[in-house]
């Protein structure tokens, strides 16, 4: 089954309140860009699409040693669905479903991803997401049932009102480390003392 499922990494924005392009910045030795296709090309190998916009030529060159591939969402600056939207319609006639991961999240390992993919039953009304601080949210297994209503995605919405949609059914997956994302770089400068701790 995992076969027929693919990564989904959303590398496009512009990272306004971190002041520079966040997913070339380093954590451990690795930009974040690389850090979430690695973690994604370990439990999906080249099944794995990142969508790249604000700074594209830069961030597409960080991946040039990873597996997968690299699409240009033009309309980045309207926010994360035209992302996910440009995704699903670039595989949705390959994959049964897709894990969708943010570029933004070090706290997300393979074996999480991993998780998600053996949690996730074949149906195609199943659901998968991350619980974490008392919600759910990325990273999200969503299915083929889905992808029309991904694939219509404008704006800054995601898939998450799927979520309470009644055609389908929500499992979820706790995962503390989900909660950690980097908005700032203070946000990034509290992760990497925390990992050195």
């Not at 053996?118 to 759910?136: K, L, M, P, R, Y």
């Not at 055609?167 to 480390?177: C, G, K, S, V, W």
Request: charged share 20%.
């Amino acid at each position: 089954m995992t076969s027929n499922v693919f990564a989904i990494v959303l590398a496009a924005g512009s990272a306004s309140r971190f002041g520079s392009t966040k997913q070339l910045v380093e954590l451990e030795g690795l930009s974040l860009v690389a850090r979430a296709v690695k973690t994604a090309n370990e439990v999906v190998a080249d099944r794995t699409v990142v969508i790249v916009g604000h700074d594209a030529g830069a961030v597409a060159r960080e991946l040039q040693s990873t597996e997968g591939f690299v699409i240009v969402n033009d309309r980045y600056a309207e926010g994360l669905g035209t992302s996910l939207s440009r995704a699903v319609t670039a595989i949705r006639h390959v994959a049964s479903a897709v894990v969708v991961l943010l570029a933004d999240q070090p706290g997300i390992n393979s074996k999480h991803l991993q998780d998600l993919i053996s949690a996730w039953n074949g149906d195609e009304h199943q659901i998968v997401a991350t619980a974490f601080s008392g919600t759910q949210g990325p990273p999200v297994l969503f299915p083929v049932a889905c992808f029309d209503d991904l694939q219509g995605l404008e704006g800054d919405a995601g898939g998450k009102h799927l979520f309470s949609d009644s055609r389908f059914q929500l499992a979820t997956i706790a995962f503390e480390p989900a909660a950690l994302d980097v908005d700032t770089p203070a946000d990034l400068t509290q992760i990497s003392r925390n990992a050195r701790n």
